[in-house]
């Protein structure tokens, strides 16, 4: 008889792991010790404020779809509602945060290691990383029941897929597919992004399979989501809201001596009521008004278009003027009610208006407490004002952009460059381009921006030879 016996790890192979583990760190120390100090202030902000952000009014439509999931009528798609679903049996908002914590450092994480995969030297390669791991603004919506951290994190594990080797498999596509369309679901912006990847695929020639299997991947939930919708509201979408939300983009500019609407249309018009933003037309006024918003819906949409259509110049004026407030300093409040950036303080945030809200809250975690600041951990927070300047931002994707035209680098770096810097622009313009500016909006752009500018520096591989050997050819 054949007695096999378990496999037990000789400490020779342990040492040997450990040795491993040891020289991945040495080789990536300045990374590491980054990673080490990020990591840091993340748990020192959940030791600070406790235990989370809440906003009106979106924390609050997230969590009651956590409660009852129901598609979120406008403005919100479900997808991170369907997070804080599955982390509902926990019953602690907390654990969403940290979550939140993690995601942001996976961020930083991804970006390092596309850069160094791709040849960027390693210092290039950190610095890259900074404003994604240490801006105070993405730290505190990454401490906010909000859709902000899982969706950067869904953006960027995506472009990371795509740049992770020279030739993109089926499988790759499938999976940026997918992860674009987990993204959209978060926050619907990603489909702008989605369309343009798509056409970057086409354009690059990566082959019909992965081309195809990123669409189909990306289709499929997207689809199931506005089927959804449509049980639920009769409109095969993903959200309602968009055209009130265009309408107001308008708002700012509209004339309709120059416009001259249908009948139907003119009590768009502006009624002589001034507003410092366009988005604060979408809060205030008839518009705003849920049972004229979802009936007129469409009559917005179409007063938009012809608004837009009419004085096309005046529309691209006021989309450029608010696009640059992303590079002011000091930093623009915008509308001039909120604060130009979000640092911690002991003020307790607008949480509600609405009578249920708190019962909405401790239906999802029933030890909540008030949101407070826990001394004397928060000192140290109240004073971290680390934020990426406006101008330094612009330089920043000026970087990128001098690179899609930097000759001497790796072979296929300026269609990576290209990738980067296109999501990074058209997260920072499109939000402007369909509603306002604003400063929360501007926060994912900077993994991307910092990851084109950081690309435009790749170096050509070594050529093949004894000690390095060509890659083989990934299937297609």
Same mark, same amino acid.
């Given at each position: 008889?054949?007695?096999?016996?378990?496999?037990?790890?000789?400490?020779?192979?342990?040492?040997?792991?450990?040795?491993?583990?040891?020289?991945?760190?040495?080789?990536?120390?300045?990374?590491?010790?980054?990673?080490?100090?990020?990591?840091?202030?993340?748990?020192?902000?959940?030791?600070?404020?406790?235990?989370?952000?809440?906003?009106?009014?979106?924390?609050?439509?997230?969590?009651?779809?956590?409660?009852?999931?129901?598609?979120?009528?406008?403005?919100?798609?479900?997808?991170?509602?369907?997070?804080?679903?599955?982390?509902?049996?926990?019953?602690?908002?907390?654990?969403?945060?940290?979550?939140?914590?993690?995601?942001?450092?996976?961020?930083?994480?991804?970006?390092?290691?596309?850069?160094?995969?791709?040849?960027?030297?390693?210092?290039?390669?950190?610095?890259?990383?900074?404003?994604?791991?240490?801006?105070?603004?993405?730290?505190?919506?990454?401490?906010?029941?909000?859709?902000?951290?899982?969706?950067?994190?869904?953006?960027?594990?995506?472009?990371?897929?795509?740049?992770?080797?020279?030739?993109?498999?089926?499988?790759?596509?499938?999976?940026? *597919?997918?992860?674009? $369309? #987990?993204? &959209?679901?978060? =926050? @619907?912006? %990603?489909?702008?992004?989605? +369309?343009?990847?798509?056409?970057?695929?086409?354009?690059?020639?990566?082959?019909?399979?992965?081309?195809?299997?990123?669409?189909?991947?990306?289709?499929?939930?997207?689809?199931?989501?506005?089927?959804?919708?449509?049980?639920?509201?009769?409109?095969?979408?993903?959200?309602? *809201?968009?055209?009130? $939300? #265009?309408? &107001?983009?308008? =708002? @700012?500019? %509209?004339?309709?001596?120059? +416009?001259?609407?249908?009948?139907?249309?003119?009590?768009?018009?502006?009624?002589?009521?001034?507003?410092?933003?366009?988005?604060?037309?979408?809060?205030?006024?008839?518009?705003?008004?849920?049972?004229?918003?979802?009936?007129?819906?469409?009559?917005?949409?179409?007063?938009?278009?012809?608004?837009?259509?009419?004085?096309?110049?005046?529309?691209?004026?006021d989309v450029v003027h608010d696009v640059s407030l992303s590079f002011a300093w000091p930093a623009v409040a915008h509308p001039k009610r909120l604060l130009p950036v979000y640092y911690f303080d002991e003020t307790e945030p607008p949480s509600s208006n609405q009578p249920d809200a708190r019962k909405i809250v401790m239906a999802y975690d029933p030890g909540w407490p008030d949101r407070h600041m826990v001394r004397p951990y928060s000192s140290f927070l109240m004073a971290y004002r680390v934020h990426l300047p406006g101008p330094l931002l612009g330089l920043i994707l000026l970087a990128g952009a001098v690179g899609l035209f930097r000759r001497g680098r790796a072979p296929g770096a300026r269609r990576n460059v290209l990738l980067a810097w296109g999501v990074a622009v058209t997260l920072l313009v499109f939000p402007v381009a369909v509603l306002d500016f604003d400063?929360?909006?501007?926060?994912?752009?900077?993994?991307?921006?910092?990851?084109?500018?950081?690309?435009?520096?790749?170096?050509?591989?070594?050529?093949?030879?004894?000690?390095?050997?060509?890659?083989?050819?990934?299937?297609?």
């Amino acid at each position: 008889m054949t007695v096999v016996l378990p496999e037990i790890e000789s400490p020779a192979g342990g040492q040997a792991k450990t040795t491993a583990w040891l020289e991945l760190l040495k080789r990536h120390r300045l990374f590491a010790v980054v990673m080490f100090a990020a990591a840091a202030l993340r748990v020192l902000t959940m030791l600070s404020l406790r235990p989370a952000e809440l906003y009106w009014y979106d924390s609050f439509e997230y969590l009651k779809f956590a409660l009852d999931p129901i598609p979120i009528r406008e403005l919100h798609p479900g997808g991170y509602g369907l997070f804080l679903w599955a982390l509902k049996p926990f019953h602690s908002i907390t654990l969403v945060v940290a979550l939140q914590h993690v995601m942001g450092l996976a961020v930083g994480l991804l970006v390092y290691a596309v850069l160094r995969r791709r040849s960027v030297h390693v210092w290039v390669a950190v610095l890259a990383t900074i404003p994604a791991l240490f801006d105070v603004e993405l730290l505190h919506l990454e401490h906010a029941v909000l859709s902000d951290a899982p969706f950067t994190f869904l953006m960027v594990a995506a472009v990371a897929v795509l740049l992770w080797s020279p030739t993109i498999s089926w499988r790759a596509g499938a999976a940026a *597919g997918f992860l674009f $369309a #987990l993204a &959209a679901l978060a =926050r @619907t912006l %990603a489909l702008p992004v989605l +369309i343009l990847v798509l056409g970057w695929m086409a354009v690059r020639r990566v082959g019909l399979r992965p081309l195809i299997a990123a669409t189909v991947a990306a289709a499929i939930p997207l689809v199931m989501y506005a089927g959804w919708y449509s049980s639920e509201y009769g409109q095969f979408k993903l959200v309602g *809201g968009d055209g009130a $939300a #265009l309408w &107001a983009r308008t =708002r @700012t500019f %509209a004339n309709c001596a120059v +416009i001259k609407p249908p009948a139907d249309e003119a009590r768009l018009c502006p009624d002589g009521i001034q507003e410092d933003t366009a988005s604060e037309y979408f809060w205030a006024g008839e518009i705003n008004r849920p049972p004229f918003r979802a009936a007129n819906e469409e009559l917005a949409r179409s007063f938009a278009i012809h608004a837009i259509l009419a004085q096309p110049l005046d529309y691209l004026h006021d989309v450029v003027h608010d696009v640059s407030l992303s590079f002011a300093w000091p930093a623009v409040a915008h509308p001039k009610r909120l604060l130009p950036v979000y640092y911690f303080d002991e003020t307790e945030p607008p949480s509600s208006n609405q009578p249920d809200a708190r019962k909405i809250v401790m239906a999802y975690d029933p030890g909540w407490p008030d949101r407070h600041m826990v001394r004397p951990y928060s000192s140290f927070l109240m004073a971290y004002r680390v934020h990426l300047p406006g101008p330094l931002l612009g330089l920043i994707l000026l970087a990128g952009a001098v690179g899609l035209f930097r000759r001497g680098r790796a072979p296929g770096a300026r269609r990576n460059v290209l990738l980067a810097w296109g999501v990074a622009v058209t997260l920072l313009v499109f939000p402007v381009a369909v509603l306002d500016f604003d400063h929360r909006y501007v926060m994912p752009v900077l993994p991307f921006a910092c990851l084109a500018a950081a690309l435009a520096f790749s170096r050509p591989a070594r050529a093949p030879g004894p000690e390095n050997p060509a890659p083989v050819p990934t299937a297609q």
